[in-house]
Nanobody, 124 residues
């Protein structure tokens, strides 16, 4: 019922920047909290950032604070993740997810819908 499509990943050098996008359809995007997660090879999926329905509240994992910015454009049914000062440890598949409520969440079990992921690879 809910479809999420990520884009914007790629191969970048350390210190560079990317902007990831997640386009949503099939659900009331404007009343849904959103999140970004990432998963590196051989590791569990981890929380990155979340934003509430209006964009007025955000929360980040410690390792990305000051470098990553989550935002949303409800008129375009799209959530973004701006990632700056990239490090090799940021290399992962990045997933966006739609929650069941209006609010923030940092845990995977609070999200019902997931995109297919977009690969971010950071070279040293």
């Amino acid at each position: 019922q809910m479809q999420l499509v990520e884009s914007g990943g790629g191969l970048v050098q350390a210190g560079g920047s990317l902007r990831l996008s997640c386009a949503a359809s099939g659900r009331s995007f404007r009343r849904t909290g959103m999140g970004w997660f990432r998963q590196a090879p051989g590791k569990e999926r981890e929380f990155v950032a979340t934003i509430n329905w209006s964009g007025g509240s955000t929360y980040y994992t410690d390792s990305v604070k000051g470098r990553f910015t989550i935002s949303r454009d409800n008129a375009k049914n799209t959530v973004y993740l701006q990632i700056n000062s990239l490090k090799p440890e940021d290399t992962a598949v990045y997933y966006c997810a739609a929650g069941r409520t209006l609010s923030l969440s940092a845990v995977t079990t609070d999200y019902d819908y997931w995109g297919q992921g977009t690969q971010v690879t950071v070279s040293s």
